[in-house]
Each structure stands twice: as structure tokens, then as C-alpha cells.
DNA sequence: CTTGGTTTGTGAAACCTTTCACAAGGGCGG
DNA sequence: CCGCCCTTGTGAAAGGTTTCACAAACCAAG
């Protein structure tokens, strides 16, 4: 048991215990390797497998009882509390951000929000009040977020994820289409809009190639 | 050469013709695969690699035409072209996407936007006409959409997702935090802005578990 | 208590991706 | 034309993830 965890297996985690606070909803006591993997598009092997790297979860000709999964998910997980975000970059995707209800519904609190334009510091968005980027490193401090978001445009994207970094968080979501590398130990993780559009655009037309020049 | 390529390969594909454009509008004449791999956190022989999947597009000595290599990938990816997109959706995610200039300025045309909400159907929003999700199928057939968004609550994701299949689009990218399965052969990505959230609380927890009881 | 049906947990095998290391090729200065 | 240096393209090795397959364990019924 236990190791390094790959993303694949955390991310797989995540949907299981989705599905599981689903089963719990509806009442269900217990629930199979193989009902797990469905919704997923996992095997029940790799259920197994995954749940097996942090202990024995279940018993044997019975399944998982899905209350004590689903809590011994939500600590794997660090789920068993909730997170506090700052978000930078009060733009488009940050205001759809602040209006996301789904964030707080599943334990992430965005505590403070930045923007450098003088126009919106200081007014409110979905009742939370915008401060000036200037302040990023004592208010993120002051209300101890633990996850920094990065909404702002490419060019200082790199800037703002060092000074998150800096102001005291532990892991940063980046919306900028723009790889960057962790500092100090910060993970850093991207999503980029674009990407999955070009992968989508790569698999249509090698669909093409492969039916069009392929006759 | 070529056989399946993993998604991996065709993100960092994705990943070095940005860098390359960057390149091109900075006047480079040549690139080696070093140079390459460094904004994608890849090696020199990855990427040499993924090209060769594809061909030999390098000169041994010298490294890769710039301009040479941008069409190339832009042909591989698919995207010597401009692709339709029909999106689903127009709460606060489905706005912010509109609204995103980024899509339109890498070839990424949303062409009709739909929603069920009889207040928005009708309005424009960032010029685009918001058409009833009952008219789908007839307007996506109608301007040629090749990707569809989705852009809607959980509850309906899997059914809208259906019914872009069904008007024809070959590709679908997914906003709401569930995993949809591809039907007829229609590609989907889910984009997950939660289960990213909770990959880094993962990681922030297991940073602490080993710190905190390694001791 | 024993038998039978079921499902977990897990080594081993298969598969896939990344890294290594080097021969082959190309340009340039002399 | 020659020799040197540089970088590609690529088999082979290493490393990682997924699938397989089965013994061990549990429950229920008789």
C-alpha cells in the first residue's frame, strides 16, 4: 500500500466518491467494485487497485459500504474540510467563477478576489468585494486561502502565480493558456480551454485522414 | 511512423505550436527540439519523438524550420482550418466563453448559441442571437457546426450531449462535472473545474500527511 | 458446521509512455 | 574536399499504468 499516487488514480478517486455521495443520497448501504467503475469508464479492477493504494476498504462477497467510503474518501482527498480560494483576475471567466455556486456546494470558499482595474476595485460581484492586486500578499495571508486562481490574461499570468505563491497558498488552478512550472514546491495546475479544443480538432481530422485518404 | 497517438502527445503537440507561432512572429528562422521542450516542462527527445510519429521534419544539425514546422503541426492538429462551434448553455460559464475573444483569434468560431430560458432566447449576447435548444438540431445542421459545448446544468448535460451527437457535430466539449460517455463515435473532453480543485487538495493534504506524521 | 455463491485484494502479465544513447546526416570553416 | 561540431531520428531500456486471474474471505442458507 501506498506510494506515489498517479493524477489519473486521484482523479478517478474523485469520481468515485461522487458517485458514492450519490448511493449514500439514495439511501444505499453497500455498492460493488463494479458499480463504482461504470460511471467512471473504469474496470472494477482498477477500483480495486486504486481504493488498495491507502488500505482495505470493503469486505469480501459484500462490496464497500458506502458511508465508510465515502468518508474514507473524503480524507483521502482532503475533503473532510473545506478550502479557501483567492482568485485573481475578475474577468469573464473569474466572474463566472464567483457565480459558480457549485464551488462552495463542494467545500471551496472563494474568500477574496483581485483585479487590477481601478473600475472594479471596490465594487462587489456576487456580494464579494474586489480588491486591488496591490494587496494580494497581506489579504491573502489575512484570510489564510489555501488555493490561489489565476484568471487573469497570459502576459501576467506567470507574475500573479509566483505572488500567489509567495502570499503563503499551497496550490494554484491557472486558467491562462500558459504552462507553468510550480515554485517553491506550489503545484500548479492548468486548465486550458483552447488545449481541449485543439485535442478535439487533432481527433476530427485524423478521423478524416484516416477514413478520406485511407478509401 | 504514425499508429495511435495518446492524448499526451497531442496536448504537447498543441503546447509547441504555440511556442513555434511566438517563434515565427519573433522572427526565428530555426528551432531545436531543446529549445522546443522547454515551455512544455517536456524533454528534447520527447519531442523529437512526437514528431516522429508524424514524419521527419528537422534538419540533423541544424533543428526545425520554424515556419516549416508550424504548418506541419497545424496540419497534424487540424488546424490550417477555422472550425464552427455550436454551444449549449449561456448561464455563467456559456457568457464567459462567448465573451472569450481568445477562441474566435485561434480559429474557434462559436457560430449559435442555444438556451432553454425563454428570457434569453431572442436577446443577443456579445452579438450572437441566443436560438430555443428545441431549434438544435435544425441550426447546427444549418450552419455547419463541427463542435458542440456544453455548457449546461449536470442534470441535462448527458441528454444535450446526446442531441448534439445526433445534429451532427464531430466533437464535444463538456463543462459540467460529470463524465459523459462518447456516443457514436463522437469524441467528448470534459472540462472539470472541481475535480481539478480537488486533485490539488489531494495534494495539499498529502503534503501534510507526510510532513505532519512523518515526523 | 458445511456448502455455494459472491466480491475483495493483489501478484503477475500485458500494455503504453518516457528516457536513454548513439549512429546517421547536415552545415560550416578552412 | 575534409574534418569538426551539432542535432535529428530511432531502436532499446526503463519506468509506469492497466488488466488479468485467482486465492482468501465473507455471507447466507440449509
Redesign the pocket.
Known sequence: ?S???????VR?LSLYLRMLRDLERAGAE???????AEPSG????????????F??????????SVEGLVRALEEILGLSRSWRIALVGVGKIGTALLGYGGLAARGFDVVAAFDVDEAKVGTRVYGLRIRPVTDLRPVVAACGAEIGVVATPTEVAAEIAAALGRAGVGAILNFAPIELSEVNGVPIRTVDIVLELEGLSYLMSEVGRRTGSGA
Open positions: 500500500m506510494g506515489r499516487i498517479s493524477d489519473s488514480t478517478r453497500f455498492v460493488s467494485s463494479s458499480q463504482l473504469a474496470t472494477s479492477a482498477q477500483v480495486r487497485k486504486d481504493l488498495s493504494h488500505g482495505s476498504f470493503g469486505k469480501r462477497g459484500r462490496g464497500y
